[in-house]
């Protein structure tokens, strides 16, 4: 995986964040983006490890397949990256930004040498997949008839949303506040995690995925709809609601 010296022949880098001066004036987020030749070089890294414990249970909670994907990065092969990083992660562009990285912790390379810059990468796949067009909305070759209610639009909500529409179902999400997005959109600042951009993007992407999202909507309490109603309006409903 990645450039067989890569490791050796290369340092960590990381990208750099804005100068003080101008993040004062604003809350967008405060990192400069690498350019395109370094990403390859942070992919050239990953060595070809015996056990890659960064895409293990502890490692990695999705399974994402990061060595695969850090080679593609340094071999230029974008739109396979994004395919691939797409099969374990709904996500990326928000994980790459504020996932605290045990795959990270995990990286064999980390025993010895500061670990390879994987949440960067995945954020730069995740990037290069929305400025390439390579994420688009997938609709279903057919429809189920089934309608399913998902309360809570989090990232797991968001989720699963997303899941069960590219199988043919109806999916409406439901959420309490005036926004989708729940910790992503109330609990990180602009300054990790852009809303207008990011979080703004994926939405507009879901809604074009058919997925229908519902504000404002005090799921189960009374006066509002209540559970025997989404009962009987719904084939199923998943309850998503995180910590809350």
């Not at 490692?59 to 080679?71: S, Y």
């Not at 519902?214 to 025997?228: C, I, K, L, R």
Request: aromatic share 6%; proline share 7%; charged share 25%.
């Amino acid at each position: 995986m990645g450039a067989i010296k890569g490791f050796i022949e290369f340092e960590r880098e990381t990208p750099s964040g804005r100068p003080v001066e101008e993040r004062l004036k604003d809350q967008k987020e405060c990192y400069i983006p690498f350019p395109e030749d370094k990403y390859k070089e942070q992919g050239a890294r990953c060595m070809d490890c015996g056990v890659p414990f960064c895409q293990s249970d502890t490692g990695c909670p999705l399974g994402n397949l990061i060595p695969d994907w850090n080679d593609m990065v340094y071999r230029g092969r974008y739109e396979e990256a994004v395919e691939l990083l797409l099969k374990t992660n709904n996500f990326p562009e928000f994980t790459g930004r504020v996932c605290p990285a045990p795959c990270e912790g995990a990286c064999v390379l980390g025993i010895s040498e500061p670990a390879v810059t994987i949440c960067n990468i995945e954020e730069m796949i995740a990037e290069k997949g929305f400025g390439e067009g390579f994420i688009h909305p997938k609709p279903p070759e057919s429809r189920t008839g089934k309608k399913i209610a998902v309360v809570g639009s989090g990232p797991a909500g968001l989720a699963a949303a997303q899941q069960l529409v590219r199988v043919g179902h109806d999916v409406t999400v439901y959420e309490r506040a005036d926004r989708i997005g729940g910790l992503m959109m109330y609990g990180i600042p602009n300054m990790k995690l852009d809303k207008a951009v990011v979080i703004g993007r994926r939405l507009k992407q879901l809604r074009e995925g058919r997925v229908t999202c519902v504000v404002n909507a005090n799921s189960g309490v009374e006066g509002q709809q209540t559970m025997a109603d989404m009962k009987h309006e719904f084939d199923e409903v998943l309850l998503s609601t995180g910590a809350n």
